[in-house]
Nanobody
């Protein structure tokens, strides 16, 4: 059984920064890729970013490229999403997600979800 627990959401002004964290626990050896999806009010859930354990490669959705950065701390079993230059359209519930590989993650074949953490970008 795998558990993903997110934290770090909150209220931030446009142009500000926020760092999300996700701690993974349980049996995770069968899963290569971990990352983030988000769901804005009234919209469908969309992929944001992921990172692969096998080769360290990363993926970013076009809307966040150059502003967001994903990283991992293997000693702490934690993945981070550093969000800079935040915009109101970044407002969403952000979900940590685990998949067997990057293709599965991008294709929404996610094996485990966190509970979500709310990010609100507003003045």
């Amino acid at each position: 059984q795998v558990q993903l627990v997110e934290s770090g959401g909150g209220l931030v002004q446009p142009g500000g920064s926020l760092r999300l964290s996700c701690v993974a626990s349980g049996f995770t050896l069968d899963y290569d890729t971990i990352g983030w999806y988000r769901q804005a009010p009234g919209k469908e859930r969309e992929r944001v970013s992921c990172i692969s354990s096998s080769d360290g490669s990363t993926y970013y959705e076009d809307s966040v490229k150059g502003r967001f950065s994903i990283s991992k701390d293997n000693a702490k079993n934690t993945v981070y999403l550093q969000m800079n230059s935040l915009k109101p359209e970044d407002t969403a519930v952000y979900y940590c997600a685990l998949a067997v590989d990057a293709l599965a993650f991008v294709g929404t074949a996610v094996s485990a979800w966190g509970q979500g953490t709310l990010v609100t970008v507003s003045s």
